[in-house]
């Protein structure tokens, strides 16, 4: 990555957690998590390294093959 996209990163980075600890912080609170502080971004960052793995491992269970796959018969 180029430095500029790293400097856009950070910059959206900083306005995200500005907007859920200052602009979002009054919306009700119904649920025990909603107390949590940044639990969406946690549970936002948790799907994706989630959706990450699991889709590795199925790739390499349905997708990949051995090298030799063709040269077995």
Do not use: N
Request: glycine content about 6%; some cysteine.
């Amino acid at each position: 990555m180029k430095k500029w996209h790293w400097i856009l990163l950070g910059v959206i980075t900083l306005i995200t957690l500005f907007s859920e600890f200052v602009l979002l912080a009054d919306y009700p609170k119904k649920h025990w998590w909603s107390y949590i502080p940044a639990f969406y971004i946690l549970w936002g960052f948790v799907g994706c390294v989630a959706i990450i793995y699991i889709s590795k491992w199925l790739g390499k269970l349905f997708i990949q093959r051995k090298e030799d796959y063709y040269d077995a018969d």
